[in-house]
């Protein structure tokens, strides 16, 4: 991809209203553009990179066995009605139609996922049954914040399960912790998991996952080994008290919830009838689980736990494209016209091997495009320059190091191949 024909360009200031890094970065990267509080249009650079997020989402909920659907936004207040939601849920969205009628925007869909699998499941040998959707979300949250981190039109990924019998739904429950761990660890962050009660959305016991950074909105009780962490707002303990495990002091922390996952026992499958009748001939309803990740909080999560003082460092999984290729004018035409021939040449090499770059071939400084490149923050910046050339080479520095290097041009691809290839880094803490 030419820099020059990317549609969204880094801005020269950051936003005067950014309370995060996220906020700040996303927008002067040109990942993002605010639509007005909460509400975000995500620009090329930004949906690549949350398209490698949803991926990422979608591969470990398959290996769960869940099926993906996509489930409608709009939804119909009856069925809010039924499950005696439509008064309660202070974030929902209701939305008048010019015939009298109300919807729901759906903040969460419990009220269309349980009527659809009530027209399928109908005996117990359809189950277990896990369903998930990757879609945007729409609450009315009082304060939206901290850039993408709280929206009021967000991206999550919810996933809820049915079952025959508690043991069951335990059985799932108790997969999908590792399932989600892999997640956050595949996205380059080390995710905790969290004891805590529920939100809005339910009453009941519920794990949350929990990624340390001071941007986030929740307190965590932890100790030092990470053996204990519980939500501040349920806990019996506070920061000072010991680890009734092994007596390690106990330390508060902020974190952000970049996914949560709860039994919602039958509350819902009771409202709309959803049961099967059991090997003994009775009628049962279904227990359900419901499993949510923020896929677009998780990526400004990545955003807070990996920047520094010049821009984002993109986990190579996630980054929207893996190398920054850098061609530097020369005053020299001839000396110019090498320089651009060969960094096309590279382009369409680390293409044609699965690695396309960002090209910035614009006439712009080597100052200006080495902050652009330290802004978007990709895991490679490579760089022809005549200076380079004159030794065959070509520049090379991963977005984490401090000095670059010379590799001969003729084992670029082979070097970037190998370098992609390395493990996931782990750059929160
Ligand atoms: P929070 O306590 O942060 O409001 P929640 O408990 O309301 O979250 P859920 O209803 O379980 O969250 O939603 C599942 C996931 O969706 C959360 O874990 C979080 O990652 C994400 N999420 C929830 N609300 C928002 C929001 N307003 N903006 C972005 N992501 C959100
Ligand atoms: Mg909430």
Not at 44 to 73: F, S, T, Y
Not at 131 to 136: A, G, K, L, M, P
Not at 158 to 166: A, G, N, V
Not at 398 to 411: D, F, N, S, T
Request: glycine letters at 8%; hydrophobic letters at 40%; a negative charge.
């Amino acid at each position: 991809m030419r820099y020059s024909q990317l549609f969204g360009k880094t801005n020269k200031s950051a936003p005067h209203d950014a309370d995060s890094a996220n906020a700040r970065l996303l927008v002067q990267a040109g990942f993002v553009r605010q639509e007005m509080a909460g509400v975000y249009a995500w620009l090329p650079l930004g949906l690549r990179a949350l398209r490698n997020v949803e991926a990422i989402v979608r591969d470990e909920m398959n290996k769960l066995g869940a099926h993906e659907v996509l489930l409608p936004a709009l939804q119909s207040k009856e069925h809010w009605d039924t499950t005696k939601r439509w008064d309660t849920v202070d974030v929902l969205f209701k939305v008048p139609s010019q015939t009298g009628k109300q919807y729901a925007l759906g903040p969460t869909a419990e009220e269309v996922i349980t009527p659809l699998v009530a027209q399928f499941v109908q005996s117990y040998k359809d189950l277990p049954l896990a369903v998930y959707q990757i879609s945007n979300k729409y609450r009315d949250e009082l304060r939206a914040k901290s850039g993408v981190l709280r929206g009021r039109e967000f991206g999550m990924k919810d996933m809820y399960s049915f079952h025959l019998t508690p043991e069951d739904f335990q059985a799932f429950y108790d997969r999908t912790i590792p399932a989600y761990l892999n997640v956050y660890r595949r996205c380059g962050l080390d995710a905790k998991v969290v004891e805590a009660s529920g939100g809005a959305f339910t009453t009941k016991h519920t794990h949350e996952f929990q990624v340390l950074t001071p941007a986030g909105e929740d307190k965590i009780l932890t100790s030092k080994t990470g053996s204990f962490a519980q939500n501040i707002e349920i806990s019996t303990l506070k920061a000072g008290d010991k680890n009734p495990d092994n007596g390690e002091e106990l330390e508060v922390m902020t974190g952000v919830e970049v996914g949560n996952i709860f039994d919602l026992g039958s509350r819902f499958s009771e409202a709309f009838n959803l049961a099967v009748t059991d090997e003994n001939g009775e009628r049962k309803h279904l227990i359900m689980g419901c499993y949510g990740i923020g896929t677009t909080r998780l990526l400004g999560t990545i955003v807070e736990a990996c920047n520094d003082a010049k821009g984002m460092m993109w986990p190579k999984s996630v980054a929207p494209y893996p190398v920054h290729l850098v061609s530097l004018s020369a005053k020299d035409p001839a000396e110019q016209e090498k320089v651009a021939a060969t960094a096309s040449a590279l382009h369409d090499e680390l293409t044609k091997a699965g690695f396309e770059p960002l090209w910035d071939e614009r006439g712009a400084s080597a100052g200006e495009k080495f902050a652009d490149a330290d802004l978007i923050g990709l895991p490679l910046r490579l760089v022809v320059s005549s200076k380079s050339l004159a030794q065959g080479s070509v520049e090379w520095k991963p977005r984490h190091e401090e000095e670059a290097k010379l590799v001969p041009l003729a084992e670029i691809v082979e070097h970037v191949t190998t370098f992609m290839n390395e493990p996931y880094e782990t750059t929160s803490h």
